[in-house]
């Protein structure tokens, strides 16, 4: 049994863990990721999770959460910029699954509805039927994003909570994406009508950084924002009838296997 399965499947381990998913420990934990001695774990870091430091702009690196959120050249990561493609905004490992009746059912992971997840009953509403993009971002993962189209992006709204991992053993036994702090924005897209796009922190910091909080145009591929060090999610909602899911898309969603997938890629096909 490994450490995370300790916390979040025996008696013991949960009431270690409530702790662990505060914000007050984040709050520590982000204060030393942001401090110049972190600059220690970056090396290991790199070994571990096997990153080729080719590929990203590293000149200013002053702190391991400097280091996590590096940017990447951005010939590694083109934009299509075809306007019936539906981009993945991040890279990470994606599910998709269709919302019915106000709920999203995943396999082996827990149920959550909507409403619970944006806490506005109107909004979630005109969901239903849609699809509910689930993308995790590990911790080898590129952890900077994109917004998916062009269009008009309303003021951000912010929901704390907790910091559970966001890793399966944790999604299996509570509905962490209705749980966890999160903020999203209410987008009108050029090509894909109404969108939402979420991000979800997650244990040990996982901290929100957004570029834009306020209502503003947005263009498609340009940085939404980032994580700092912690696992984390992105949620795109989109409504029934405005897209197509690409056939690997289709398959996975069949399967309830996750999907690598890279920002600015195409995953599905606007309708």
Do not use: W
């Amino acid at each position: 049994m490994d450490s995370l399965e300790f916390l979040y499947k025996t008696k013991i381990g949960r009431i270690v863990l409530r702790p662990l998913i505060s914000r007050p420990v984040s709050a520590l934990s982000g204060a030393f990721l942001d401090s110049g001695i972190s600059k220690i774990l970056i090396p290991y870091f790199v070994r571990k999770n096997g990153i080729n430091t080719a590929d990203y702009r590293l000149e200013g690196i002053s702190s391991f959460n400097d280091f996590f959120c590096r940017k990447i050249y951005e010939r590694l990561r083109p934009i299509s910029r075809i306007s019936e493609d539906f981009i993945s905004p991040c890279d990470g490992l994606l599910k998709v699954n269709r919302i019915k009746d106000g709920m999203v059912i995943p396999v082996k992971q827990s149920v959550f509805t909507i409403e619970e997840l944006l806490h506005d009953k109107k909004l979630a509403k005109s969901f239903d039927g849609g699809y509910c993009m689930v993308f995790r971002l590990c911790v080898n993962h590129y952890h900077r994003y994109s917004y998916i189209d062009s269009g008009f992006k309303y003021k951000n709204r912010v929901i704390k909570g907790f910091y559970h991992t966001v890793r399966p053993v944790a999604l299996a036994e509570y509905p962490v994406f209705v749980q966890n702090s999160r903020e999203y924005a209410v987008i009108d897209t050029d090509n894909f009508g109404r969108c939402v796009q979420m991000e979800v922190g997650a244990m040990l910091v996982g901290r929100i950084v957004n570029e834009e909080k306020n209502s503003c145009m947005v263009v498609r591929g340009e940085e939404k924002g980032h994580f700092e060090y912690g696992g984390s999610t992105i949620i795109v909602l989109v409504k029934k009838g405005k897209i197509q899911l690409n056939s690997s898309v289709k398959n996975s969603m069949i399967s309830g296997e996750e999907l690598p997938v890279r920002m600015g890629e195409t995953i599905a096909k606007k309708l």
